[in-house]
């Protein structure tokens, strides 16, 4: 066999191992009440902190290096927290079935719609902006059985089996995913149709991008958020989901960015993803645990500066 052949077997092993064991967990959450579902979330991520040492370790260095201020004791404590959190959000994903229109208003409390309907009161939808802070699928989902349609750009995840799960879970409570590789077109078309455009910009990909502060340090950022926004004149509306204390979630809408035009619209460009990027890491400075300290979001800047 050849190396190429072995590691497609091995993906393919994996692959199913993932789906196994998500279709179990799946059944298993299934009849548990909202808080012993939240106990096995934490517990679930407790335990991949402890098996996926690297990525914990990553994100220590990353917290310490956002918060110098906090003591070795504080970002271990975060860090354990922000993988915690994780668990419950895969756990709420796997629930979402339960979710509704009658009950959506008990799980999750929508503050600042106005600016919403304001934006779609214009006919041309808008770029909902957020990041990988608090359960950003159930973000959407919320927004939708609020009444609200959702076209939600991701990326393709490496397991098909795990990508194919979240399309499903998506599906169910109205979410319609758009694929960040090829997606153009349904994006055009969403935001034709008046639907949020839903864009996680905090994270170092492969999309056009430039490079602007976060936490203080170079980090690769999508453009996708301003170049959308300007070409179709669709307002970009910062969204953050932040999980309470009680267990249930408040959605916080903010008001569209105003966006900079100087004439010169490489600069504007830049300036304009520096803006919408200190909103996001504003949010997440309020509630630190809950974003995804494990990415490796500055790779990509200290690659280049190396």
């Not at 590691?7 to 009849?31: E, F, N, P, Q, T």
């Not at 310490?64 to 003591?71: G, K």
């Not at 608090?134 to 795990?162: F, H, K, Y």
């Amino acid at each position: 066999m050849s190396p190429i052949d072995a590691r497609r077997v091995r993906r393919l092993i994996k692959d199913a191992g993932y789906g196994l064991g998500i279709h179990s967990l799946r059944l298993a959450v299934g009849s548990l009440s909202d808080r012993a579902a939240g106990d096995l979330g934490r517990w679930l991520g407790r335990r991949a902190a402890r098996i996926a040492a690297s990525d914990f370790a990553r994100a220590r260095r990353q917290f310490a290096a956002a918060f110098p201020e906090r003591s070795p004791s504080e970002v271990d404590e975060n860090v354990l927290r922000c993988f915690e959190h994780l668990g419950m959000c895969v756990v709420e994903i796997l629930r979402f079935d339960r979710l509704t229109t009658r009950n959506i208003a008990d799980r999750v409390e929508l503050v600042g719609r106005e600016h919403i309907d304001a934006a779609r009161e214009r006919g041309n939808g808008f770029i909902g902006l957020t990041g990988h802070y608090g359960n950003w699928e159930l973000l959407a989902a919320a927004l939708v059985l609020n009444g609200i349609p959702v076209s939600a750009i991701a990326r393709d995840l490496r397991s098909r089996t795990l990508g194919r799960l979240l399309v499903r879970q998506r599906s169910r409570v109205g979410v319609e995913s758009i694929s960040r590789d090829g997606g153009a077109r349904e994006a055009v078309r969403a935001l034709r149709a008046n639907h949020a455009l839903g864009v996680l910009a905090d994270v170092d990909t492969s999309v056009q991008s430039v490079t602007v502060d976060f936490f203080g340090r170079p980090a690769k950022t999508p453009v996708g958020p301003v170049r959308l926004s300007q070409r179709f004149g669709s307002p970009a509306i910062p969204l953050f989901l932040t999980r309470l204390d009680d267990g249930r979630h408040r959605l916080d809408v903010h008001p569209p960015i105003v966006w900079q035009d100087t004439g010169d619209p490489d600069a504007d460009l830049v300036a304009n993803t520096s803006a919408f990027t200190r909103v996001i890491e504003s949010q997440i400075r309020r509630v630190p645990h809950q974003w995804i300290w494990m990415h490796p979001r500055w790779k990509s800047a200290e690659e280049a500066s190396s």
